[in-house]
């Protein structure tokens, strides 16, 4: 989890992208944060209100942040997903993300977490 302090930091470094998704009456749903560094892009953190879960919040995130690093010429996405994450998983797989590697133990849970990537060369900006 990511505290405000972290939060914070995170939004006033280079590279980094945010994304909110908002109702009409500007209510939050969902945000995501990456960061780009050259032509690579790691997905940092996304999270939808329960409300709003399983509407297509998550998955019109990770497609605009997809089509905006794309249109920069970011080449690679990644990210790490908790391995028991299911529902994260099906997100990811539907957008096009492929595994390409684990980090054993990476959770304080004790989770591993798969490390997955997109290529943005596939992805119409």
Known sequence: MWDEAALAALLGMDGVETLL??????????FLMARAVYDEAELL?????????RR????ALVAGLAARLAARGVRRLFLEVAS??????????????QPCGMRRRYY?????AL???????????
């Open 21 to 30: 998704a908002v109702t009409e009456e500007r209510r939050a749903l969902g």
């Open 45 to 53: 953190t996304l999270g939808v209100e329960p409300e709003a879960r």
């Open 56 to 59: 297509g919040v998550a998955r």
């Open 84 to 97: 028991r994450n299911d529902a994260a998983r099906r997100l990811y797989e539907a957008a096009g993300f």
């Open 108 to 112: 304080a849970d004790g989770d591993d």
């Open 115 to 125: 490390v997955l990537a997109l290529d943005l060369r596939m992805v119409r900006s």
